[in-house]
């Protein structure tokens, strides 16, 4: 069985500085993992994604993301928060042979302050 | 830029109402699939259907869910028998072949009084 937990609930930023939402995960096998943004009122969109290729992951809207299979860990960051990184942001995983059948982490809500 | 569509955005009805939640996936996807988030609680998967079948349902899909894909465009959910349990923020996903990613829509929020 595979799941995923999101360490924050709430993170709080200035704009203009970095941003790092936590998320670890457990997969018995090889994991396909996602970041997701949802912004008020509108669907989940995809920020970047891992699939067994390189462990850095760069996505969209300056947003990166780094698999470390010794911790168990895809982090996502970005050096400079902007007033529209306000969202919530949803770490997912996958398994190869379960696709589609994502497990969502229970969301991290993130606030910019100006 | 193709995205998932849902309809409506809010549906409110009455517990034991029947209710169908529509969603148009983008046109060359392959798998389906339906989500679903209480209010406070983590989006759970509910089915995944292909090449006209369920292929995989959570323990949350029982007899009262059922989907369909009427026409080779639209793809839907019913529930026949709302509960207030059903309460929740319907999400429609698609893919395409060889699955890298599932595309979602913006959601139907369901309020069973």
């Known amino acids: 069985a595979q799941s995923v937990t999101q360490l924050d609930s709430h993170v709080s930023v200035s704009e203009g500085t970095p941003v790092l939402l936590r998320c670890n995960y457990s997969s018995s096998y090889s994991p396909s993992l996602f970041w997701y943004v949802q912004h008020p009122n509108k669907g989940l969109q995809l920020l970047l994604k891992?699939?067994?290729?390189?462990?850095l992951v760069k996505g969209i809207n300056g947003f990166e993301a780094e698999f470390k299979k010794s911790e168990t860990s895809f982090h996502l960051t970005k050096p400079s928060a902007h007033m529209s990184d306000a969202a919530e942001y949803f770490c997912?995983?996958?398994?190869?042979?379960?696709?589609?059948?994502?497990?969502f982490g229970a969301g991290t809500q993130v606030v910019v302050t100006p | 830029e193709p995205e998932v569509t849902q309809t409506p955005s809010h549906q409110v009805t009455q517990m034991g109402q029947e209710v169908i939640l529509r969603c148009v996936p983008i046109s060359n996807h392959l798998y389906f699939y339906w989500y679903r988030q209480i209010l406070g609680q983590k989006v759970e998967f509910l089915v995944s259907f292909y090449n006209n079948e369920i292929s995989e349902k959570s323990e949350i899909f029982d007899d009262q869910f059922s989907v369909e894909r009427p026409d080779g465009s639209n793809f839907t959910l019913k529930i026949r028998s709302t509960k207030l349990e059903d309460s929740a923020m319907y999400f429609c996903?698609?893919?395409?072949?060889?699955?890298?990613?599932?595309?979602f829509g913006q959601g139907t929020r369901l309020t069973v009084v």
């Open positions: 891992y699939t067994s290729a390189a462990t």
């Open positions: 997912v995983v996958t398994l190869t042979d379960s696709w589609g059948k994502l497990q």
């Open positions: 996903a698609s893919s395409g072949k060889g699955f890298t990613e599932a595309f």
